[in-house]
């Protein structure tokens, strides 16, 4: 008898189990059947949900320079966790460095800057995104709303909307955003239309990339796009590039070449940037120290 019912078991067991695996194959079907989630907006977008120092808020005055200089910081993409991407920026990190740049620096945009009549005395910072990953609206967004910082953000219309980037809403959103006293805190800008070389390109192409990324931006969010941010960097100093930029409507091109020069000395259309990359604040601190010769 207990052969018997052992021999059953044993014949039904496969069965069992075949069962069991296609209701898993099943399952993970489904899953991958069921329509993507591009986008996502936090619960609350008031306030990031994850905060790894207490405040940016600045406590001490800007120091005072007799020769103050501008530093562009560039950013891609802001996660929460480490990586080794050199273009993920993790939170921890990113925050000291808001920390870092606001008790140092005032932050501005690259109008105000350029229209800047009245000699400065401090050190003024652009902070800049390339590219409009969805980490911008995720993070950097209910972040900056709180502190009230500013952003600049370079966009490349033809990645709007794909998986992985803000969607025009969130773009219309950002820039649409003021504060209590009406200060915008989001500008975009371009970064060309398809995110080519731009120094390899011909005359035509050059100025299909810059006008129909302006245009597009400008359109999307109603407000004028008068700075261009080099993809890879690529064509720095070109006359071909400065010319078309200058006849599409441009004041600025800014540029990946790694340097802070005296206010007074700024070019606006070989405007440089520090990119910075997966490594720690303090790294990221000395570096610009070194920069600035301070």
Known sequence: MKRFVLCIMLLTLPG????????????ALERLTTPQVRYWKPAMPDA???HTVSSLQRTDRIPIRK??????????????????NVYNRDLYNFEHD???????????????????????????????????????????????????LEATIFLVPNFIGQVGYMSW?????????RTADGRKL?????????HRMMGSLTEAEIYTELRESKRIIEEETGFEVTVLALPFGHGAGDARIIRAAKESGYTAIR????????????????????????????????KVLALLGR
Do not use: C
């Open 186 to 194: 989001f500008h975009f800008e371009s970064h060309s239309l398809t």
């Open 67 to 84: 020769n103050p200089k501008l530093l562009v910081v560039l950013y891609h993409n802001i996660v929460f966790g480490r990586t080794g």
């Open 169 to 177: 809403d969130q773009v219309r959103e950002m820039s649409n955003y």
């Open 98 to 148: 808001l920390a870092f740049l606001n008790r140092n620096f005032t932050l501005t945009n690259f109008p105000d800057f350029l229209q800047q009549e009245n000699p400065a005395n401090t050190d003024h910072a652009i902070i800049t995104f390339d590219d409009g990953d969805l980490s911008l609206y995720a993070i950097v967004y209910p972040l900056f709303r709180q502190y009230a």
């Open 16 to 27: 069992l189990l075949f069962s069991n695996i296609l209701m898993e194959e099943q399952a």
């Open 255 to 286: 540029t990946s070449l790694e340097q802070a020069l005296p206010l007074n000395q700024v070019d606006a259309w070989m405007i440089g940037a520090v990119n910075i990359e997966n490594y720690s604040t303090d790294v990221m601190v000395s």
């Open 48 to 50: 990031l949900a994850v």
